[in-house]
């Protein structure tokens, strides 16, 4: 079964930019566009996408507010792809906050978003972690979500073998990296990977690597 994206994007430009590169590949099909992030529900609830590509900053509903109200009201609800000019952007660290799995920047070469859209929907590694510490490090440092994060962490009351796991994590590598990193099976850190995300209460790595940087519990600078 091919990936299925929806495209969200104020400009036109952008989303045929986005759907020749995707529609090029055999195994991702766009199933449909939005032009507001106000379109995003109803299309998600139609569509069923697995991965939506969404603008951060639009007109009626920005992909912040949009994010929110899929993860808010969608039972099953897709991958969320942020797409962004400027890759240290406020902007996006709140969308990734706000439970966006990655981001892929507007001028991104073809490899590199079809990469993206993948790695995203696969969902068993961390999609530009250098990035996503930088963010952390220059926006992730109130003490408001210093001290929630580590309330967080205290509660979760991670193993040692879990804490491991999530510091493999924040560095970005996927199951199989950490499995040889471990020297454990694949399904064990998958296990794993799974106790971290249900303990931290997080929907996906990338917020369980937030939560991470945010409590100190990996250093983020």
């Excluded at 981001?103 to 990469?115: N, Y």
Aim: no cysteine; aromatic share 4%; net charge negative.
């Amino acid at each position: 079964m091919p990936v299925t994206v929806l495209l969200v994007d104020d400009e036109p430009l952008v989303r045929a930019g986005l759907r020749a590169v995707l529609e090029a590949q055999p195994d991702i099909e766009v199933v449909g566009e939005a032009a507001d992030g106000a379109a995003v529900i109803p299309l998600v609830r139609q569509l069923r996408p697995d991965v939506v590509a969404m603008d951060v900053r639009m007109p009626l509903m920005d992909g912040i507010e949009a994010t929110r109200a899929v993860l808010r009201t969608v039972a099953e609800p897709p991958k969320i792809l942020v797409v962004t000019t400027f890759e240290n952007d406020e902007y996006v660290y709140e969308a990734l906050r706000a439970g966006a799995d990655g981001f892929l920047l507007k001028r991104a070469r073809p490899a590199e978003i079809v990469h993206a859209v993948r790695l995203v929907a696969e969902g068993e590694s961390l999609l530009f972690p250098a990035s996503v510490r930088r963010l952390a490090a220059e926006y992730g440092d109130g003490e408001r979500g210093n001290r929630a994060a580590r309330d967080v962490l205290e509660r979760a009351r991670l193993t040692d073998r879990e804490a491991e796991v999530l510091r493999l994590m924040a560095r970005g590598l996927s199951n199989a990296e950490i499995a040889a990193q471990l020297v454990v099976g694949a399904e064990t850190v998958k296990s794993h990977v799974s106790a971290v995300l249900a303990k931290l209460g997080a929907r996906d790595r990338t917020q369980a690597v937030i939560t991470a940087y945010e409590s100190g519990f990996v250093g983020a600078g």
